[in-house]
């Protein structure tokens, strides 16, 4: 049998029965697409944090607390808060850095007339926008005198400046932080986001006003500086620096003996790469049951196929069909179902990845990359002529291994 | 004498089915000219098909010999006896067994799909056999828009189409009206003439008067073989 013959014969059989071959690949058309969709996400997540974690310079070092068990990751709500401003003056007297500033969050009510909304308060000192540059929109940004003297003065994010005063200039009005009122200073040019927090819905105060009058503690979140020499020379440093203020005994370097912690942008960026692969694995293995499930539905489709062409088969061998014809011909058309469907997965996938990555774009995330991966597609289409091959076996075996004489008389 | 189209000595074919044992053929000796036109007649359960099915090599004998052109059967391997098939023997069965949702043209094809010739040479054997059963006119119906006459003129095509040296015929009349049957039947009467040979199982005793030669089998067995002198031309009845 020619291999024209092969496929043109597969075809017109899989063309005859056209609802259930659609329905048939439905498995693999949403497992394939599921792939290329996981793919494409967490590609385009990777490359979206690690161009933010890049923009940032690598001469870029945080300090955080740490309960010593472990390195970085998620921070710990019940974590001891270790990191302080004594912590931040002896980095500054240290030499190491051209700028060090310290960053405390909360979320709380602010107000202003008739709103009344809950917004992330950033607590910092002047030395901020030296660490992550930001021009001014309106006014001015935190001085040095406004940390040292507790003041109430408050810089908004653009988004917050124009909800609450529209298009003018704020500068000189009061809102209220809890329950106290602040004297706006100024505007923050439009910054987009950093890390999924959109700066631009944030306000900054004096560090010192929002450990002592917003959440009444004496502990920072963490500590960003700019290291002047060797980055990793300059770690560890700190971290002697670190132990030497903390009081902590570890001269074997042991990180678990820390209650701190000591990361740069290199390592953000490491660790992003390490979390993207893991979930990519994730991702993929679940897209890939779902395959696997797809290919379990072909093979039954295919048995019943074969059970209902029984007489078919039967012709076909008292016309000539050896054993590897018919197996040829139902293994072609259970690869051309799947390959078919893998194909059709990936114009969904590809679509459907395109069409998220535009709304990510559009509303939410300006710089996030739209990734359809084409090494997915080559893969794709790979896997599902695999799946087609592997599922589509057993049922060609058993219409090859058909005797004729029972297979013409099968009713 | 020139070698036998085919030769059986003392053939048997047992089914075995748990511990039961099926005689189906009980040592059958006969031979088959090329040219003759033969009718294997008997009641259901004689074992006529099994005989038609060892013969066209879809089935296997359990003892004996089986001549085809002077080869024995027996040596030949499955994909040996499907490429025999596919060369040798045309099937017309009594339920047409026609592909409902191809083309007459495609059904008529099918056996070429099999063997090795150009695809000119394809195209050519085809319309050659649907002419030889007047369907030029329905060549691209489906075979499930037809008549059960049309249909038994398709499979006749079909068994045609690869100029078999034999052509088996099980029970051709066996799903047609009289008037039909009769029509199949003269045409098989033609394909003979025109040098064909063929064997055809039946039960009708009208339908094997077409026949040049009639071998009556009776519980696995030869109940007796005569020539037909009074070869019969239309006017069939069930």
Request: proline share 3%; no cysteine; charged share 20%.
């Amino acid at each position: 049998m020619r291999y024209q013959d092969l496929f043109s014969t597969a075809g017109e059989s899989l063309l005859r029965t056209k609802s259930r071959s659609v329905l048939t690949i439905l498995g693999i058309v949403i497992g394939i697409a599921a792939v290329i969709l996981m793919l494409s996400i967490g590609q385009g997540a990777e490359k979206y944090i690690l161009s933010e974690v890049s923009d940032l310079g690598s001469d870029l070092v945080f300090v955080e607390p740490s309960s010593g068990d472990h390195g970085s990751g998620p921070p710990d709500p019940f974590m001891e808060q270790t990191v302080d401003l004594d912590d931040l003056e002896a980095m500054r007297r240290s030499g190491l850095f051209s700028s060090v500033s310290p960053a405390l969050f909360t979320t709380v009510p602010i107000s202003y007339e008739e709103f009344n909304e809950f917004i992330q308060v950033r607590g910092t000192d002047q030395f901020y926008a030296s660490i992550f540059p930001v021009e001014m929109l309106y006014g001015v940004d935190l001085e040095g005198s406004d940390v040292d003297s507790y003041s109430n003065v408050v810089v908004l994010g653009s988004e917050i400046a124009e909800e609450f005063f529209g298009d003018r200039d704020p500068v000189g009005e009061r809102i209220k932080i809890k329950s106290s009122s602040y004297r706006v200073i100024g505007v923050y040019e439009k910054q987009g986001s950093r890390f999924f927090q959109n700066l631009d819905k944030q306000v900054t105060i004096p560090v010192t006003t929002i450990q002592r009058d917003v959440l009444g503690v004496d502990y920072v979140n963490f500590i960003s500086a700019r290291a002047i020499g060797d980055i990793e020379q300059t770690k560890e440093e700190l971290r002697y620096l670190m132990r030497d203020t903390h009081n902590i005994d570890n001269p074997n370097d042991d990180p678990s003996l820390d209650n701190f912690f000591v990361s740069s942008q290199e390592d953000a960026t490491e660790t992003i790469g390490v979390i993207g692969s893991v979930l990519t694995i994730l991702l993929s293995s679940i897209a890939a049951i779902s395959l696997v499930v797809g290919g379990i539905g072909i093979m039954n489709i295919m048995l019943v196929s074969v059970t209902e062409r029984t007489r078919e088969i039967g012709l076909r061998k008292a016309v000539g069909a050896t054993f590897k014809e018919i197996l040829e011909q139902f293994l072609v058309e259970s690869v051309l179902l799947t390959l078919f469907g893998g194909l059709i997965g990936v114009l969904f996938g590809s679509i459907l990845s395109w069409l998220i990555g535009s709304l990510l774009v559009n509303f939410f995330l300006p710089s996030w990359v739209i990734i359809v991966p084409l090494d997915a597609m080559f893969l794709a289409a790979a896997v599902s002529t695999i799946i087609g091959l592997v599922f589509g076996i057993y049922p060609a075996r058993r219409a090859a291994q058909l005797s004729p004489t029972e297979a013409l008389r099968y009713d | 004498m020139s070698t036998p189209l085919m030769k059986f000595e003392n053939i048997t074919r047992d089914y075995v089915n748990g511990d039961v044992v099926t005689h189906a053929l009980g040592g059958i000796t006969f031979e088959i000219q090329k040219g003759e036109f033969v009718a294997i007649m008997g009641p259901s359960g004689s074992g006529k098909s099994t005989l038609m099915q060892i013969m066209g090599f879809l089935d296997t004998i359990t003892e004996g010999t089986y001549l085809f052109e002077g080869k024995n059967v027996q040596d030949f391997s499955q994909d040996q006896l499907a490429k025999f098939r596919q060369q040798k023997v045309g099937f017309i069965f009594q339920a047409f067994n026609l592909l409902s949702k191809s083309t007459v043209y495609q059904n008529i094809m099918l056996p070429l799909v099999y063997g090795n010739l150009s695809k000119t040479q394809r195209v050519q054997r085809t319309s050659e056999a649907i002419h030889a059963v007047s369907m030029d006119h329905r060549k691209n119906h489906f075979s499930n828009q037809l008549s059960g006459g049309e249909k038994q003129r398709v499979a006749i095509a079909r068994a045609l189409v690869n100029e078999p040296s034999v052509i088996f015929a099980d029970e051709p009349t066996g799903n047609l009206d009289t008037k039909t049957g009769s029509q199949i039947l003269d045409l098989l009467a033609d394909l003979h003439t025109q040098g064909h040979t063929i064997v055809m199982v039946t039960h009708e005793e009208e339908a094997a008067q077409y026949a040049s030669r009639i071998l009556r089998v009776r519980d696995g067995v030869i109940e007796s073989d005569q020539m037909n002198g009074q070869r019969r031309r239309g006017g069939y009845r069930k």
